[in-house]
Structures are given as C-alpha cells and as structure tokens.
C-alpha cells in the first residue's frame, strides 16, 4: 500500500469514524457533496478528518483535526432537501499533509499509517492491557443503562488490540476530544493505555450517577412512605378527637419562642388549632398557614435601640446634605427627645418643596444618622384603599397592606418609614387610601393600627414617619393636620454650586467610568451650568447637565485616547451646547410706567417688569399678560387707592373718567398669578399718571389693601436671589417680612439693600424720580 496518497476531504461535525467502523452520516454543504462525487471516481476512497469547531460552516485548516481515517463509501443515498446521505468504512488512519481548500472541494495530501493484522503473542504488556480493557468495557457494559443488552459483545472484533479499540470507542458514549485522542495515537499499546484511562473515567461517573438515582429513588419511596404513614396517624388521632400535625407542633413552639403581645398570642394559637383540624388538601388549609406566617414574621416586640450618638447623627446629616438647616435642626431635636424620654411618640414629618431638592434623599440620610432600618412606599397614583389597610381574609389572595408588608420588610416596629409623593394619592370606588392614612399618621391613634387582613392592632407609635409633598394645596385637610410640615425651599446659586462641587460632580465621575485624574470642570463651567443651562428650584437637572459632560468626556477619553478632559467655560458650549436660559438684566436707563416686581415660581425666583401705559379715553382698563384672577383684583385695587387719594400723588382726580389705564406683565404668553404684585402694579399706573420714571436699579414685591397698607407676601428668599442675579440694587419688601430676613443667610442678600415698607407713600418716595 502507497503510504501517501491524494483524496477528497469530508469535515465532519461532532463525528469520529474509527477504522474497522461501519456508520452513515448526512452531508449538506457544497463541499463536502462534492467530496463524495469525487470519491466514486477515486476508487471509493474518501478522507474523513473532524472539525474542532462544529458551529464553522466553512472550515480553515487550523479549523481541522490533522489526524483522521481512510474510509471507503459503501453506499450514497440523496434524501429530500438536496441532503446526500453516505454510508461509509473505515479502513486505516492517516495524517493530512497539505491540504487545498480553494477548489470545488477539499483535497488533501495524506500519508497512511498500516495497522498489523497480527500481533506478537511473546509481548505481555500488549495482552495485559489488551485483558484490562475488555474488563472495562464488560463492566461498563453492566453499568450504562442506555445500552441495548450485549451490543458490544456482538460489534467488537477483539483478534487485535487495534481492532479493539477502534470497534468498541464508537459504541461508547465519549466526547468528540477524547475520540479525537485516541484516533491520533498509532502505537497500539499506548492506544490501549489511554483506552483504559478513559473508560476508568467513564466507569467512575457511572457510578456516580448509578448511586445518585438510587439515593433520589430511595427519598421518593421515603416520602410515600411517610405521607401513607402520616395520613393513617391522622385518621387514628380524628377517630380519638385529638390535634395531630408535625407542622402544628412545630408552629407552637415558633409561637413560644417568639415575643408576642398577650391578645396576638391568643389568636394565633387559636388559629393554629383549627389548623390542626383542617384537611392538607384543603384551600382553608394554606389561607391559615399564610395567615400564621405573617404573624410570626412581623416584629411585634423587636426594635433596633434609640441610643444614637448626637455628634454622630449631626455628622452623617452634614456629610450627606449641604444646607437644609431646618431639617437638619428638627432631626436632631427629635434624637435628642428620644435621648430624654423613651416614651415620646414617633415624630410625622412632612418635608414640602419643589421637585429635585432631596426630599427623599433626605429620608435615607435620617435612616443612616439614626441607625435603623428605611423602608419606602410610594403613594403616587395610589387609588385602592387596600394598598394601606390590606384586604379582608375573605378575599381570595388576600393579603396585608403595604404599610404591614414594609414593616415586615424592616424587621424592626421603630424604622425610618418614607411616605412618599403624599399629595399624588387618588380615590375611586375602591376607596380613599388617603382617609386610610390618617389612622397611620395620628400619633393619638397609630398605636392601634389595625390591617384587614390581620384584624389585630400593631403599634405603629415609634415608627418614625416621614411624607414628602410638592405642594400642600392637594393633601386633605385632616391628614395634613396630623403632619409638622417643614418647607424645603430652593436652592441659591452658592448652595447649588457646593451640592454639585461636593456630591453630584463626585457621583458622576464614579458612574460614568472615569477617574478623578481623566476629568476637571472648572469653577467658572459649574457656576454657567446652574446660571444658563438650568432654572430649578432643586439640583436634578444640574446632575444630567454635569452627567451630559461626563459621557462626553468619556466618549473623547474613548475614542481620541486623551488622558484626560478640562470644562471651562470657554468650551462649555461644545459640550452642552448654546446657552438655554439668559437673565434679565435692569434697563440702561430709568423709565415711566416700568416697575420692577419680584414674582415666585416652582424653580426659584423671577423678575416681572410690569408696563403701564395712559391713553386719552373714558376710564377702560385693560390687563394683559395672562394674568390671573388675583392679579386682576391687585390692579383694580391699585387703582381705586390711587383715585382716592390722587391729592397725595398730585395727580389727575379725574383720570377714571378721561383716561384708559393699560397694564401689561410680560410674557403675555407666560400665566401668572399671586397675591404679591399689588405695590409693583400701583407705582407702575402711579408713574404713569404723574409722568415720573422709575429707578432702574430697584425692585418692589407686596400686596396692597384700598387704605394703602402693604400685605406681607411669601418666597422671599428666592425673590431676594432673582433681584441680585437681574443687578437690582435696592428691593422694597412688607414691613411684616422683616422677621423673614433672619432666616435667610447673609451670603444672598450681601449686595441688596433691603428698605422694608408699610405704606404705599413710602414705596413712592423710594422708587419714583421726583421732577426736579
């Protein structure tokens, strides 16, 4: 026999053909039917090597195996779907030498290796490993249940040790690695070494698997064993009229050992006892053991102690918080009551403000500085009296309300408990959850809170309790009236600079992937970013802004392989682009009927520049702006207290006759309405009337009476920020918010001088030009 010869190549997926082995497979690919048409014409003789990879369709040759066998096809078949099945015999290895790939199929170069048909009978280590593997695979035989009863006897040719191993491996159930192994060993002894390593192997996991199924069959007969068992006992202690159940005994002693007030002892062991009569297959059965499970896993009796370090709940406030010195105070007032006295109630606190100033955040910093467990529930959209008292066991799936459920969660009767989104909750014909809450949240009554599903009261007193609101205008009269509510107003610009320098800017750089190294915003960037790119009360738009520079930052870092990124100013707008706000800023020089007023919003402060203009006619006034229904009567007011006292201003008495008023707030787009614009409205028709400017540089907010006194207003702190950012210069505010001036800090009002006001002739000698 030539040792090297030129044949078709067939890859074979998942597949080994041994020499000496008979088998068929299916071919599909091009190539490979190529191959075997290539073959009839080469004496039948066709080279089938295994892929290492069989997801490969078109296989390289690092793709294939270097080792395989000279087959001969026996028979071709073609099935349906252009399918071509073969059926072929192994006759001898062989080893690729060079292969070509690029022609109609593959075509390689092998060399041939010639088994002997007999072997020397002298050489002992060859019989003895020869016996070890027909051992082996006897035993193996007994072990694989899969096997069809005496079908390797039948197939295996046992005249050589080559003939041995190459037709009994096929009938093995090895991997594709472990085939492939033995094919490319030629010396047969070590063939047979192998051989016998691999099927110890086998044998073991047999075995294995063997002791596996009869422990799983055991259990099985075990556990119907016992259930016949249990079920005759049961029958014997009915016939006797006595409680039987492991499941019973093993609740009792749960309920032992657990703390219990005296009336929910009582009434579990109760419903324990019924249990003990009630069939297992019966749906009553499992609505009893979920009813006894919630009530030993609430923690009836279990608190996590009230001795909290003052200094380090000031701490953990600050760290986490810039600002909020009202929150803070009132957080620590209440450590320091329950220092004093353990009986005090838990404090209802109810922090109101616009979105993004950390009211929830807040609640999670309370829960760090006082070392107990916080839990959440969101009332937003809430419409199901249910979700706060829970269903009656009646209902099918009934179960606990959130409140039980979070306490559950908590593990402890005195956590840090967060109410949030108070004013979002609804009502339907399922009920009104917000009536539902008063009981939770009256400290006179949440001591015996009691959940339909429970029918049992739970002490809710030294849950501490925290709702948030964006407004009060929508909480119920009564609930609110159970509430200490703590305005969080917005922030100024210094505060936002801080909270973004200190916490987000940090939190952004961690999130985003970088380091501290690879990103710098300058000062000057962080201060245009609060002024043009944001107008919030709160700080969640300035996070994106600076989480929008952080990814770009990333992106270069990425893709140009900077080492670092600078934002300043300067290149602001490449990352955020143009600018998406401007202030207004006071005019250039001072003007008739043009009043600077101050008006508050949900983002902050505004400047409202009110315009009024005087026309020759019969007394029509006109009022445009959009303004509300407040803001109509404000000007009406204005100017019946003006034609009452028109020898005070020395003006026209008769301007209600000949003359038409109209006033205009821009943006006549914009809504607007409040009880503050009264003062603003008057001097603007008083400067018209008498032809007298108004100072630029000054800025007014106030409500007027028609006897002239002016009416304290609210948002003075952020009203106060919108003058100073417009470069007011003076502001005149109601005598009455004087005392406000004490709770704002000195930073925001340094460069405005505050004239406090209580009449309208005061506001007149500040803020008109006299003609002189």
């Known amino acids: 026999m030539d040792n090297n010869m030129k044949l078709p190549v067939i890859a074979l997926r998942d597949l080994i053909v041994f020499p000496k082995m008979v088998t068929h497979f299916d071919c599909g690919r091009p190539k490979s039917i190529a191959a075997v048409d290539a073959a009839e014409i080469k004496e039948s003789l066709i080279f089938l090597t295994a892929q290492k990879d069989s997801e490969i369709m078109d296989p390289t040759e690092d793709d294939l195996y270097e080792y395989g066998t000279v087959a001969t096809v026996k028979q071709i078949l073609k099935i349906p779907g252009g399918i071509v099945r073969v059926l072929v015999e192994g006759l001898y290895r062989a080893r690729i030498v060079d292969i070509d790939l690029d022609s109609e199929y593959y075509e390689a170069n092998i060399e041939t290796f010639e088994e002997l048909e007999e072997e020397d009978p002298k050489d002992k280590n060859l019989e003895a490993a020869k016996r070890l593997v027909e051992a082996d695979l006897s035993e193996y035989e007994e072990l694989d249940t899969k096997q069809i009863p005496g079908i390797l006897e039948s197939v295996i040719d046992n005249s050589t040790s080559s003939n041995l191993v190459d037709t009994s491996a ?53 556990v119907q064993r016992e259930y016949y068992l249990k079920e005759q006992l049961k029958v014997i202690h009915e016939e006797l009229d006595e409680d039987y159940g492991s499941s019973v005994d093993e609740y009792r002693e749960k309920i032992e050992n657990k703390k219990l007030p005296k009336d929910v002892k009582e009434k579990v062991l109760k419903e324990v006892s019924r249990l003990a009569k009630v069939n297992e297959a019966s749906p009553e059965y499992t609505v009893i053991i979920n009813y006894v499970d919630w009530i030993l896993d609430l923690p009836w009796e279990e608190s996590s102690s009230d001795e909290i370090d003052l200094n380090h709940a000031r701490k953990v406030l600050n760290n986490e918080h810039y600002g909020l010195k009202n929150v803070k105070e009132r957080i620590l007032e209440f450590i320091a009551v329950r220092k004093l006295s353990e009986s005090s109630k838990g404090p209802i606190l109810c922090l109101v403000g616009p979105p993004g100033v950390g009211k929830t955040s807040i609640a999670n910093s309370i829960a760090n500085s006082l070392d107990k467990e916080f839990v959440r529930m969101s009332l937003g959209g809430v419409t199901d009296e249910a979700e706060i008292r829970g269903h009656r066991r009646t209902y099918v799936g009934a179960l606990p309300g959130r409140v039980i459920s979070l306490i559950k969660k908590a593990g402890e009767n005195n956590p840090v408990f967060l109410l949030d989104e108070i004013d979002k909750v609804g009502s339907d014909y399922k009920g009104d959850p917000a009536s539902g ?68 800017l940090p939190k952004q750089i961690k999130e985003n992937g970088l380091k501290d190294s690879q990103f710098k915003i300058s000062d000057g960037a962080l201060m245009d970013i609060i002024n043009y790119y944001t107008r919030e009360a709160g700080v969640r738009n300035l996070e994106r802004e600076i989480s929008k520079c952080t990814r770009k930052a990333a992106l270069q870092i990425v893709e140009k392989n900077k080492k670092s990124v600078s934002v300043t100013s300067r290149n602001l707008n490449k990352f955020l682009g143009e600018k998406f706000y401007l202030f207004d800023l006071i005019d250039k020089e001072d003007q008739v009927g043009v009043v600077n007023g101050l008006a508050w919003t949900e983002v902050g402060g505004e400047t409202l520049a009110i315009e009024t203009n005087i026309m020759p006619g019969d007394g029509k006034l006109t009022l445009t702006g959009q303004l509300g229904d407040v803001m109509k009567e404000s000007a009406m007011a204005a100017i019946s207290y003006l034609a009452s006292n028109s020898d005070k201003f020395n003006i026209d008495p008769e301007f209600r006759h000949n003359k038409d008023i109209h006033i205009h707030v821009p943006e006549g787009a914009v809504p607007k309405d409040g009880p503050s614009a009264g003062i603003t409205m008057a001097t603007s028709v008083l400067s018209a009337l008498s032809n007298r400017a108004v100072r630029k540089d000054i800025a007014m907010t106030g409500e007027i009476t028609l006897r002239g006194k002016i009416l304290p207003i609210g948002g003075l702190k952020e009203k106060l920020l919108a003058a100073e950012r417009m470069g007011i210069k003076t502001v005149l505010i109601p005598k009455e918010n004087e005392r406000d001036l004490k709770e704002i800090e000195k930073n925001v009002i340094k460069g405005l001088k505050i004239i406090p006001v209580e009449e309208m002739y005061e506001v007149e000698k500040y803020a008109l030009i006299d003609e002189e």
């Not at 192994?181 to 691999?198: N, S």
């Not at 049992?456 to 501490?464: I, K, R, T």
């Open 170 to 222: 096929g009938y093995i159930n090895l991997s594709i690695e472990d085939n492939q192994k033995l094919l490319e060993i030629v010396d047969p002894y070590e063939r047979l070494l192998e051989y016998h390593g691999i099927l110890r192997k086998e044998i073991e996991m047999l075995k294995i698997e063997k002791s596996i199924d009869q422990k799983v069959k055991s259990n099985m007969n075990e």
């Open 437 to 504: 809450l008063l009981e939770v949240l009256d400290p006179e009554q949440n001591k015996t809170f009691t959940d339909h599903y429970l029918e049992l009261p739970f002490d809710l007193s030294n849950v501490f309790f925290i709702t948030t609101a964006n407004t009060t205008q929508t909480i119920p009269g009564p609930l609110l009236d159970r509430m200490e509510v703590i305005q969080l107003g917005g922030y100024t610009p210094e505060e936002k600079f801080n909270i973004a320098k200190k916490y987000l």
